[in-house]
């Protein structure tokens, strides 16, 4: 039987929940402009991609934004057609 890795997955969730804690020490205005990115990764059987994504949007009222969002990501692989009968 294999073992699962638990230490990876424990450091992750924690990595988590501290950028988490973080993020809402912010001060954030309750109307006005946005502006966010965002860079990762992916990875799986053998490879992996870069995936980046930048955004901007405007908050209207506390609890209603618009946002706008440009993602990209390499070939990851994944099929792209798709056939539905």
Do not use: Y
Request: hydrophobic share 50%; charged share 15%; proline share 5%.
């Amino acid at each position: 039987m294999r073992r699962r890795p638990v230490f990876p997955a424990a450091v992750a969730l924690w990595g988590l929940c501290v950028c988490a804690g973080l993020a809402t020490a912010q001060a954030v205005p309750d109307t006005g402009g946005r502006v966010f990115g965002a860079v990762g990764g992916v990875g799986g059987d053998g490879g992996s991609a870069l995936v980046g994504a930048v955004g901007a949007g405007i908050r209207v009222t506390k609890h209603l934004a618009i946002d706008f969002e440009v993602l990209h990501a390499g070939d990851l692989g994944l099929p792209t057609n798709i056939d539905v009968h």
